[in-house]
Nanobody, 122 residues
Framework: QVQLVESGGGLVQAGGSLRLSCAASGRTLSVDAMGWFRQAPGKEREFVATIGWSGRPTYYADSVKGRFTISRDNAKNTVYLQMNSLKPEDTAVYYC???????????????WGQGTQVTVSS
């Protein structure tokens, strides 16, 4: 079974950038669509971005369009989320997930990582 491990989270100032990584072990991710979700304190987990197995298509939540970029390197079994122009409202635990196709709902993804904390200070 594949395992997903997120990394790259941390504390940054508003306007700063972070790059999250999601590394897979167990098997290649090349056949999987991947997604990023986030969950802020007191809120439900929400969709952030998704990417097809070949690197396209990509879809983003309206709240992150133009600021975040999802990408993947199948040779490294790794998916990335480049986050620029970060805002305090981006503060959340960020989770990566794998699924059979691109989707915006968490129920469509059978495999999940454990999350990495992103905190954006004002």
């Amino acid at each position: 079974q594949v395992q997903l491990v997120e990394s790259g989270g941390g504390l940054v100032q508003a306007g700063g950038s972070l790059r999250l990584s999601c590394a897979a072990s167990g098997r290649t991710l090349s056949v999987d669509a991947m997604g990023w979700f986030r969950q802020a304190p007191g809120k439900e987990r929400e969709f952030v971005a998704t990417i097809g197995w070949s690197g396209r298509p990509t879809y983003y939540a309206d709240s992150v369009k133009g600021r975040f970029t999802i990408s993947r390197d199948n040779a490294k079994n790794t998916v990335y989320l480049q986050m620029n122009s970060l805002k305090p409202e981006d503060t959340a635990v960020y989770y990566c997930a794998r699924g059979p196709a691109v989707a915006t709902t968490l129920t469509a993804y059978p495999g999940w990582g454990q999350g990495t904390q992103v905190t954006v200070s004002s």
